[in-house]
């Protein structure tokens, strides 16, 4: 049974810094393409950042700069480094699980998600 778990998110002021991270269980994390999304009140849910199973990037053009995905094979981990928030930034962050060692096709698994939320 596949399971993501997020943590990391919080009540932050504008310029400041956080790290979420989502623990997963139950699949070959190694073997698959990860994914950051969020969603803010009102629109639809974003991806933000994904990492394929290489290691390849991707980053939400207005997130590059200070935005960092990563992944940690050995702690099934992964993570999202954001700094320099701003409150446009606020939504909540869901970790997400792709079948294939890509990130060109919708997920398959979600986490529960994480409140970011960053004040001016």
């Known amino acids: 049974q596949v399971e993501l778990v997020e943590t990391g998110g919080g009540l932050v002021q504008a310029g400041d810094s956080l790290t979420l991270s989502c623990t997963a269980l139950g699949f070959a994390f190694s073997s698959v393409a990860m994914g950051w999304y969020r969603q803010a009140p009102g629109q639809s849910r974003k991806m933000v950042a994904g990492?394929?199973?290489?290691?390849?990037?991707y980053l939400l053009d207005s997130v590059k700069g200070r935005f960092t995905i990563s992944r940690d094979n050995t702690k099934n981990t992964l993570y999202l480094q954001m700094n320099s928030l701003k409150p446009e930034d606020t939504a909540v962050y869901y970790c997400?699980?792709?079948?294939?060692?890509?990130?060109?096709?919708?997920?398959?698994?979600w986490g529960q998600g994480t409140q970011v939320t960053v004040s001016a």
């Open positions: 990492i394929a199973a290489g290691g390849k990037t």
């Open positions: 997400a699980r792709y079948s294939g060692d890509y990130y060109y096709t919708p997920p398959d698994d």
